[in-house]
């Protein structure tokens, strides 16, 4: 039995009205929340919060939710730009190899992997923002991890480093930003992303939006959720880090459908509540595997699921399931107070 701790509680373990008389405990897998990090130039900006730089109170507070969340989920984590540096746009790289959480013991000392998460995310900022690569090659170490995988990407500025990319004042980082290039201010009249005009990176600093959705898309058709955390100095880039939220299946209700975070202070919390987001998964595994498979039932609160791999449940293993579609959904939702496996009746099949 599964608690969500329902607003007026979900019904007991033995309820009448299921059919079969073998009740299985089913217990969550640990799902996978593994964080992409800008660790960009910028991100050594000043964070308000205990002299830190933003880049600090980033990784301060991914430990807290190591810590806090523990052997409930699986940990990893990649920064971008990767090393070694030489132009500024190489690739991100992991950085934590994606391994279950300490055991929660409700104090504030760090285990080891808490620890490790620390030590993994030492580095310094610096270098542009290639967002687009980075989620591409992460793509195939994310899609072989078992179980639920959740990115949480957190950025502060637009996604650029795209050499393929060329773009006018109104998409070039400099000119948004009011940057000046080679002592001339960058205007509406004079695009500093224009090679022909000005020398340095050039296209580089274009925004990258059209990729980077791309990666975020390609993210979500192999499952995984990409939650959009926007640090201080992100919100000019509102919009299109709204679409990314969108696209990777992790909107809010309301506006900003990302996570705008405009007090540093306020990170931890944030992080924490897609931390316990992330822990609702549509993966289970029971105590014991049932003597008869086709003779097992799915309930929520009472209602019977259709064994069904669009919208409702399908076995994964001899004692292991999943929930699909607009049920995997209602899960994720929090609509759902209670999980019941029951054996005894023939398995409901879709209408």
Same mark, same amino acid.
Request: charged fraction near 15%; proline fraction near 8%; aromatic fraction near 6%.
């Given at each position: 039995?599964?608690?969500? $701790?329902? !607003? ?6 033995d /309820?009448s009205?299921?059919c079969? *008389?073998q009740?299985?405990a089913? %217990?969550?897998?640990?799902p996978?929340l593994?964080?992409v ?22 990784r301060?507070?991914?430990?807290d ?5 523990g ?11 990767g ?8 690739t991100g ?7 279950r959480?300490?055991?929660?013991t ?6 080891p992997?808490?620890k490790?998460m620390?030590?993994a995310t ?6 542009g923002?290639?967002?687009?690569a980075?989620?591409?090659?992460l793509?195939?170490?994310?899609? $072989?991890l !078992?179980g ?5 990407l /957190?950025?502060?500025?637009?996604? *650029?480093c795209?050499a393929?990319? %060329? ?7 400099y ?5 000046s290039?080679?002592?001339k ?10 090679p022909?005009l ?18 975020v898309?390609?993210?979500r058709?192999?499952?995984?959720r990409?939650f ?7 919100a000019?880039?509102g919009?299109?880090l709204?679409?990314?939220?969108t696209?990777g299946?992790?909107a809010?209700?309301?506006e900003?459908k990302?996570?705008r975070?405009?007090d ?6 944030t ?7 992330v822990?609702?998964?549509c993966d289970?595994?029971?105590?014991q595997?049932?003597?008869e ?9 009472q209602e ?16 292991t ?10 899960l ?13 009746c023939?398995t409901?099949?879709?209408?």
């Open positions: 039995m599964l608690d969500y $701790a329902a !607003p007026d509680g979900p019904p007991t373990a /309820a009205g299921l079969g *008389n009740f299985f089913a %217990s969550m897998e640990p996978n593994y964080f990090i800008d660790r960009s130039g910028s991100m050594v900006d000043p964070a308000g919060v205990q002299g830190w730089s933003k880049y600090t109170a980033v301060v507070a991914v430990v939710v190591v810590r806090e969340i052997s409930r989920a699986n940990f990893g984590a990649a920064l971008y730009p090393e070694p540096m030489v132009t500024g746009c190489e790289m992991e950085v934590f190899a994606t391994r959480g300490d055991p929660v409700g104090g504030e000392a760090d285990g992997v808490s490790a620390a030590a030492d580095v310094e900022p610096i270098g923002t290639p967002t687009a980075t989620l591409e090659v793509a195939p170490t994310l899609a $072989a !078992p639920k995988t959740a990115v949480v /957190a950025t502060d500025g637009a996604p *650029n795209s393929k990319t %060329s773009c006018t004042a109104s998409e070039c980082v000119n948004i930003e009011g940057e290039v080679g002592g201010k960058c205007t509406s009249d004079y695009n500093c992303c224009d022909a000005v020398s340095g990176p050039g296209p580089l600093m274009c925004v990258d939006g059209v990729e980077t959705t791309l990666s898309q390609h993210l058709e192999l499952g995984i990409t959009v955390v926007g640090i201080p100095g992100s000019q880039y919009l299109l709204d679409q990314l939220a696209i299946g992790s809010r209700v309301g900003p990302y996570y975070i405009d540093m202070e306020s990170l931890s919390a992080l924490r509540e897609i931390g316990t987001q822990l609702v998964t289970f595994v029971l105590d595997a049932p003597p498979p086709s003779l097992v039932n799915v309930y929520f609160d019977a699921i259709a064994y069904d791999a669009e919208d409702g449940w399908t076995w994964t293993g001899a004692q399931l999943s929930v699909h579609g607009e049920a995997c959904d209602r994720e939702e929090g609509a759902v107070g209670q999980v019941q496996v029951v054996a005894g023939p409901k099949q879709p209408l």
